[in-house]
């Protein structure tokens, strides 16, 4: 059953029972006022006929003496008294007028008979009140007076009838706007199995569900419902993206993996065969040519091993930021570790001049990090810039802005294009003009980048084609507890 059968059901259930429970209060209501009125006269009369009744039946005569009453003919009450002893019943005009007599118990049965009572005579409803008659302890009639209720038999049936037809009415009504407004109500339910079903066949995440109502559950619901696909169509682009990057550098560490193992494959091979105790696959060679070929080849396998290395180390460091790992940090004294790298780095082959300088400015600046990340980061961007400087001049030196230190590392080298710039720190992506042109294999700049978002700081670039590249890591100054 759906929920819009459902919930009709429960408010159907719940309209009836009130209904029932409305219906039965105002019957109840209207029966007791009815009857409570009927009782009351009957009893007023049974009052003023009670003392005459017992003064007469000192003679042992019993008798109603109602018949020059005319309150009591006014009043229609039929009266009736038995009387056990002579088995005889004395009954007012009226009653007379109808030609019968009211059913009397036997003289066991009088003293338990109901006061108020309930007779169908020929058809007709009567209230009856009944009480029999002692007299000095002797059980000697029984007195009945009643009152015809066939009008009040006749209303509250019209009643009843009137209070089941109108709540059969508004049920039925009840159930049928019930219905139509349930559907209406849930109708936004639909379009969100919709918009889920066009999701789930399609993989379409871009749905949204239209929705102009009030901002009820139900819109609160599509609300909620909107913007978790809009959430998951972030995860999924970012999913997506994260695949591809993973193919991307699968298949481009499979090709930097392949060139250096080509390459120690082929000198290895070439080894086996000069030096091979099988004269018909050795090479017709002198010694000295074969020694020579010989360490021209180790060199070519050590470098290639070292490239490997290099290679392997670099994507193991990457594996361990693509797991979340980092390091342990603490402060670190900024001025001592880049004059240090300052000096290491004339030690780089380059080419274009290597101008550092005053560092005296970041004297007391520390900087929350780890020493040995650090130096690698920086010896990333100071290589990159030999590499790509084959003539002019590399400047390193630093400057303190708002809380930040910038360490700069500024070129005048080849340059690249503005629109290479977003790519520069994804994983083997090299400018086109540097393939080939220069050795690397493109990760360095990607683990740097990783050091420095673990360091909390960014890094700025600035690039013209032709004219060099600037790059500016901005690191957190940090204050570290005195030493004691």
Not at 116 to 128: A, D, R, S
Request: proline fraction near 4%; charged fraction near 20%.
């Amino acid at each position: 059953m759906s929920i819009r059968l459902r919930l009709t059901a429960w408010y159907t259930c719940i309209l009836a029972v009130t209904l029932i429970l409305f219906g039965s209060a105002v019957y109840g209501v209207v029966h007791y006022n009815t009857y409570s009125d009927i009782k009351k006269k009957i009893l007023q009369q049974r009052n003023q006929i009670t003392s005459f009744i017992l003064d007469i039946g000192q003679w042992g005569t019993i008798d109603l003496g109602l018949e020059g009453k005319a309150d009591f003919q006014s009043a229609q009450i039929f009266g009736q008294l038995h009387n056990y002893q002579s088995n005889k019943n004395s009954v007012s005009p009226n009653l007379k007028q109808l030609g019968t007599v009211f059913p009397v118990p036997t003289a066991k049965n009088a003293i338990h008979a109901k006061q108020f009572e309930t007779i169908y005579i020929n058809g007709n409803p009567f209230l009856v009140y009944q009480e029999p008659v002692i007299i000095q302890n002797q059980l000697l009639g029984f007195l009945q007076l009643g009152v015809f209720t066939g009008h009040e038999v006749e209303l509250l049936k019209l009643l009843r009838s009137i209070l089941i037809m109108s709540a059969t009415i508004m049920l039925i009504m009840a159930t049928t706007f019930g219905l139509f407004l349930a559907r209406k109500s849930m109708a936004p339910i639909g379009k969100v199995i919709e918009a889920a079903g066009q999701i789930q066949n399609g993989s379409d995440l871009s749905v949204r569900i239209a929705y102009d109502g009030p901002q009820d559950e139900i819109g609160q619901l599509i609300n909620t419902v909107n913007s978790m696909l809009g959430r998951m169509e972030g995860f999924y682009k970012n999913l997506e993206e994260s695949y591809a990057a993973q193919r991307r550098f699968v298949s481009d560490a499979s090709h930097e993996l392949r060139t250096p193992l080509t390459t120690i494959r082929g000198n290895v091979d070439l080894l086996q065969k000069m030096w091979s105790e099988d004269d018909t696959e050795r090479p017709n060679l002198d010694e000295a040519t074969m020694h020579a070929m010989s360490l021209e080849a180790v060199s070519d396998i050590a470098d290639e091993s070292k490239r490997m290395s290099r290679l392997v180390s670099d994507m193991l460091s990457l594996a361990r930021a693509d797991t979340g790992r980092t390091f342990e940090k603490q402060p670190v004294p900024l001025e001592i570790l880049v004059e240090e790298v300052a000096r290491r780095a004339q030690m780089l082959p380059h080419q274009a001049e290597w101008v550092t300088g005053d560092f005296s400015v970041l004297n007391g600046i520390y900087v929350n990090g780890n020493k040995d990340y650090m130096q690698q980061m920086l010896f990333i961007f100071i290589e990159n810039a030999f590499k790509y400087t084959p003539e002019g001049q590399v400047v390193f030196d630093a400057f303190i802005y708002q809380n930040q230190v910038g360490i700069r590392i500024s070129d005048t080298g080849i340059g690249m294009d503005k629109e290479e710039v977003p790519y520069i720190f994804d994983r083997f992506y090299r400018a086109d003009k540097s393939r080939g042109v220069t050795e690397g294999i493109g990760l360095g700049l990607s683990i740097a980048k990783w050091i420095i978002d673990e360091l909390q700081g960014s890094v700025e670039v600035v690039t013209r084609q032709g004219e060099g590249t600037t790059f500016v890591i901005w690191l957190p100054i940090v204050f570290p507890t005195p030493l004691e």
